[in-house]
Structures are given as structure tokens and as C-alpha cells.
């Protein structure tokens, strides 16, 4: 089943007084690019976060966001820094002397304000229980965002087999219009060379010379190859759409050789209504290109 890279997934896990939440979202991009968001005390878990994700997505700009809260208030510290207090006072004396002032009465709470004076710190718990806990919620957050990947890569896939239907029939009438271009170039040829001679060149040269020029046209403008490739290109693309895992570089190959195959086409066309149809193709080529860089 093909997967967008475009998806969003939610998850949130309580146990006890800890509260876990996390949102992963991803866009496109051409490689595995995880950007993570999450408080200070579970940092030591993101590598096994960055494991977990990229055992199941293997491209796209994704970003990872984590809150987290414990409610029991035994995670929260409050700590002071005694020796900068002391330096810090001892500062605010040599100012007092200096400027012939007197010490505030407030002066320990003022200090007690100040940067790195007093800080709240949260430990996490107990860090195997917390892991299995974060481990938890990501599966279910990673369950999530599949579910809305899933869905946006069924409609694409629906797309792409659309826009294939319609370049499949724009070979078929280029197969069909390749049928009689030879017939058609030699009824031209024949009837300008007679206008320029005013001779009936059949019994002039015999056939010969009108059959080579012939022959050497037929030669350069058949497509017949590159159709024959395109049809194969074609039913790989749909093989490969009804595949697992990432298919995205794979289409994205096979867009490339088909668009390869519509060049070479377009530069042999003979006529005009064939070089429509080589445009055409082209551009809807360009359409399923454009739609294969949202699948993973």
C-alpha cells in the first residue's frame, strides 16, 4: 500500500501522576530528516525515539514534539546556590560602602532573585519505567500517523492510476496514428516531387529513388521501441503501485525512463497531430512526477 509523506499523528499516555503527550508530523522530503522537540529530562531517551521512527519511515521532513508533566511533585527540586549568594552580597556591600549607602533590609530576598541563585529542576522517574512509558506512547503516535498516511497515499494512488489510464490511451493513439505515417509521407512526397518535375516520378526513376526516401523516413520517424518500452514502463508502475513498503523512489525511476521514452518520441514525430499527442504525454508525465514526490 503506497504511504504519503505528508501525515500527522497524535498521541497521549497517562500512568500515575505522569502525564505524555507527543505529535509527529512529517512533509516531504527527498531523505530522513527527524527533528525532535521534548523537555530537558528525557533528552537521554531520543535516540531511541530517532531508533523507533526510522525502523518505520524511511524519508521525509518529520518533527517530533514531547510534553511531558508529573503531577505527584515528587520529580521537582528546588536547590541554591549558597556560594554565588554570598558573592553576590558580598558585591552589594562593596557598592553600599563605595557610594556611602546602606544595606537594603531586603537584601536576601533581592539576591535570592536573582539568576542562578535558586533553581526548579525536575528529575524524571524512574528512567526503565519512563522509557517503556515514552516507548509506548510513540508506538501509539506512530500507529496514528500511519493511519493518516495511509489514507492520503490511497488517494494518490488513485490519482497516479488515473493520470496512467490517460497516458496509456495517448499511446494507443500515438501507436494507431504511427500506423499510416509512412503511407502518409509517401503520398506527400510523391505529389510534391511531381509538382516540382511535373513528371510522374514512379516511371521517371523507376520506383527506386521514391522507395529509399521512403525507407530512410520510415527509419527515423518509427516509434515503434519506444512505445513498446512505454507499455512496459507502464504496467512496472502499476505492479509497483500495489507493492508494500517505500515506493516512492521507484516510481520516481520510472517517471524518469518514460519521460526518456516521450522525449524521443516527441523528436520523431512527423506530423502535427503526432507531436500533440507526444506533448500531451509529456505533460502528463510531468503530473504523475510531480504527485510520486508525496509518497514515500
Not at 215 to 224: E, Q, S, V
Amino acid at each position: 500500500m503506497p504511504l504519503s509523506m505528508t501525515g500527522f499523528g497524535r498521541a497521549n499516555l497517562s500512568q500515575d501522576q505522569i502525564n505524555l503527550s507527543m505529535e509527529l508530523r512529517s512533509v516531504n522530503s527527498r531523505y530522513f530528516d527527524l527533528t525532535m522537540r521534548s523537555p530537558r529530562l528525557l533528552s537521554p531517551l531520543e535516540a531511541a525515539w530517532r531508533q523507533q521512527i526510522q525502523e518505520e519511515i524511511s524519508r521525509g521532513k518529520l518533527e517530533l514534539r514531547v510534553s511531558y508533566q508529573d503531577k505527584s511533585g515528587d520529580s521537582l527540586t528546588i536547590t541554591s546556590d549558597l556560594a554565588r549568594a554570598r558573592a553576590y552580597a558580598h558585591a552589594y556591600r562593596d557598592i553600599a560602602q563605595a557610594l556611602g549607602e546602606e544595606l537594603p533590609d531586603n537584601l536576601a530576598m533581592r539576591i535570592a532573585q536573582l539568576p542562578d541563585v535558586i533553581s526548579l529542576e525536575e528529575e524524571a522517574a524512574d528512567e526503565a519505567s519512563l522509557a517503556s512509558l515514552t516507548q509506548t506512547c510513540l508506538a501509539d503516535c506512530l500507529a496514528d500517523f500511519h493511519t493518516m498516511r495511509e489514507v492520503e497515499g490511497t488517494n494518490l494512488a488513485q490519482g497516479l492510476l488515473q493520470g496512467l489510464d490517460r497516458m496509456e490511451s495517448l499511446r494507443s493513439a500515438l501507436l494507431d496514428r504511427a500506423g499510416g505515417v509512412t503511407a502518409r509521407y509517401r503520398d506527400r512526397l510523391l505529389v510534391r516531387v511531381e509538382e516540382l518535375l511535373d513528371l510522374n516520378q514512379e516511371e521517371f526513376y523507376d520506383g527506386q529513388r521514391v522507395a529509399a526516401e521512403i525507407a530512410l523516413f520510415a527509419d527515423k520517424a518509427d516509434i515503434t521501441e519506444e512505445l513498446t518500452r512505454l507499455a512496459s514502463h507502464f504496467q512496472q508502475f502499476r505492479e509497483i503501485l500495489t507493492g508494500e513498503g517505500a515506493l516512492g523512489k521507484k516510481l520516481d525511476f520510472l517517471i524518469q525512463e518514460m519521460n526518456r521514452e516521450s522525449n524521443t518520441i516527441a523528436s520523431k514525430s512527423p506530423d502535427l497531430e503526432m507531436t500533440k499527442l507526444a506533448v500531451e504525454l509529456k505533460s502528463e508525465i510531468e503530473q504523475l512526477r510531480e504527485q510520486i514526490q508525496n509518497l514515500e
